[in-house]
């Protein structure tokens, strides 16, 4: 899965301890998600979008379905 | 075994603070009640009866449980990227005892080699959690 959490999150110059401290979950986490070595659950995908005033398919996008 | 405070997430040090003083707690009830039951064991000039000796010999299994809540507790606290690498760590450490204490059981019975103790079976299954729980964390990093 692709995010565009690093773009999003330098957009309003958040620091990745700023966002994790938003999200409730650790810097490393943020970090994770921002370098696609890990998918966030459902319910921390609707974090991040509520934090960014976003809907989720705008944060995330299936790759399968970038490379098609 | 504790994980790198600053990046456990904002909840992190209470958490952690609360982990190190169970732990340490559960460890000194560990130590004591150890102690007290080989005393009343082996340096009895009394025999105790077979049931109070199981009785005895089942009361570190107390402050073990307590230790395992704790973890439990500890693991709660974690995000979710944190209590996965818990996880996977686990996985490992249960995979690799698992099937090395099978094997080495083989070895003894067929091959003769030295025989070791169930006991050591969970202190290994920690050492080598500790392990895992390193390289899993740097595989997220």
Redesign the interface.
Known sequence: MKNRLKVLRAERNWSQAEL??QL??????V??IETG??D??LP?AFRIARVFAMPIEQIFSDEAEVSA | MTCET???????KQATRAYVRSMAIAAVIYIAVVFGAVTLIRHMPFHLPQWAVIIVALTPVIPALMMLRTYMTYLRSM????R?IQTEAWLVSAGAVGVGSFTYSFLEEWAHFPRIDLVWIFPALIFVWGLATYYV?R???
């Open positions: 994790a401290d409730e979950v650790s810097r490393q986490s970090n994770a070595k890990y966030p659950s921390l | 600053d990046d456990l997430g904002p909840k992190a995000d979710e990227l944190h996965r964390r595989r997220y990093k």
